[in-house]
């Protein structure tokens, strides 16, 4: 026996497995990709401590800043000492608590659909249902800037994959007509998936034409609304009551980690698809449900979004002064629609070196580069919330002025 595995460390067969990843770690930071984690010091807020330092964020989800109202807190705190600070196992198998139950009930109302199953997040939520909403046999035709959960969720069917140019509706139309008028392709179960606001670039799914052509091929439609939810429709109920498509899209997947304040994520639809998902939604099987305290969180954020409506109007002047001042300036901010608002630099390393930049003159905002956004269009990605004051938007803008110059990108 001369090959074995247990070679001396230092023999000449000696060999790191894991050296490819040093390799790649190499490589990531000669092209000024590599990055660290910042730290926070402070709760998440508008302005907060970050690396040590006080800085304006531009960076979190937290649109209506519920991550720290006091009810959220209060909720959660009252829960911690009613229920304890976890839930014990799976709900299948511990059983379900009251309070997600309570949760499931309230989202189903709010998003006006038969019922409601919550994940542990909205990442789970798509590779949990998808699998289930496309059978082998399957079509699934998506768009090619959606989310990276409905990507892997994808992935884990064995079902046929048609991606269409992002927000192409005629790529979405000829797709569907394909599906439809190949031998067989009448009886075969298709599935339309779409963000509602597209997380990189900030615009609005054109939602009226899918759900349009969906119906026309007699298709399934999922809507991710993971970054509409809180900022579009009444109350911010999300894109489909924006649009007014209230019982024309079949399934949502929402997120409780971003607007709501909290973590989570879920699927709304008929009550058979929650059935279905009880049964066989793999991340719903097979993973812990969330802690008491923030089912807890997430009941109380919508009493806050159906009491505060102010918070979602406020959000929205800030997103319009925002935009407005980073157009005015000459950035090249996209497309987009939202409080999502992409600063485009150009090449990765560019797009890290302006972010880098920013936070020295107190501005934290992240940059974005390939593999999340093709490498020619990575960015700074803006995201202004209800919290900003006008002076710190203001701030921020002269942060920006001041390094875009600097940088050539204006
Ligand atoms: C953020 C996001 C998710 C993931 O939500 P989490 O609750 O953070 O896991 C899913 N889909 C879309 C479109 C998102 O933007």
């Not at 038969?114 to 079509?139: C, H, K, R, W």
Request: negative net charge.
């Amino acid at each position: 026996m001369t090959d074995t595995l247990a070679s001396p460390p230092g023999s000449a067969r000696s060999r790191d497995p894991l050296a490819f990843l040093t390799a790649e770690i190499e490589e990531l930071k000669a092209k000024g990709l590599f990055r660290r984690l910042r730290v926070v010091q402070s709760e998440q807020r508008s302005r907060c401590v970050i690396d040590g330092r006080e800085v304006i964020t531009l960076s979190s989800n937290n649109y209506l800043g519920l991550n720290t109202h006091p009810k959220l807190r209060e909720a959660a705190i009252d829960a911690v000492r009613r229920f304890g600070a976890g839930s014990g196992a799976v709900r299948t198998i511990a059983g379900t608590m009251s309070l997600h139950e309570e949760l499931e009930r309230r989202l189903a109302e709010f998003k006006g659909t038969e019922a409601v199953l919550t994940f542990q997040s909205g990442f789970t939520a798509n590779t949990g249902v998808i699998p289930i909403l496309a059978p082998e046999g399957a079509v699934i035709v998506s768009d090619a800037l959606n989310h990276a959960s409905i990507i892997d969720g994808i992935r884990l069917t064995k079902a046929e994959r048609r991606v269409f140019p992002h927000a192409d509706m005629e790529g979405l139309r000829t797709a569907l007509a394909e599906v439809r008028g190949a031998p067989g392709g009448a009886e075969r179960t298709v599935l339309v998936i779409t963000d509602g606001v597209f997380s990189m670039d900030g615009d609005i799914a054109r939602l009226p034409e899918i759900v349009e052509a969906a119906e026309a091929a007699e298709a399934i439609v999922l809507v991710d609304d993971a970054h509409a939810s809180g900022v579009l429709g009444r109350n911010g109920r999300g894109s489909i009551d924006h649009f007014g498509l209230h019982g024309r899209v079949h399934v949502q997947v929402g997120t409780l980690s971003k607007a709501i304040g909290v973590l989570g994520g879920y699927v709304a639809g008929p009550l058979v698809l929650r059935q279905m998902l009880e049964h066989r939604a793999r991340p719903f099987l097979f993973s812990t449900s969330h802690p008491p305290a923030v089912a807890a969180a997430c009941l109380a954020a919508i009493d806050v979004l159906e009491s505060e409506p102010e918070l979602i109007e406020r959000l929205w002047q800030n997103t319009r002064y925002f935009k407005a001042g980073l157009a005015a300036l000459g950035f090249d901010i996209g497309a987009s629609e939202t409080p999502i608002t992409p600063v485009i630099a150009g090449s990765g390393a560019l797009a890290m070196q302006l972010s880098d930049r920013l936070f020295e003159e107190g501005v934290f905002a992240q940059g974005i580069g390939f593999p999340t956004v093709p490498d020619d269009r990575s960015r700074v990605r803006t995201i202004v919330t209800a919290e900003h004051s006008r002076e710190e938007l203001a701030t921020c803008l002269a942060a920006f002025e001041k390094v875009g110059r600097e940088l050539a990108l204006i």
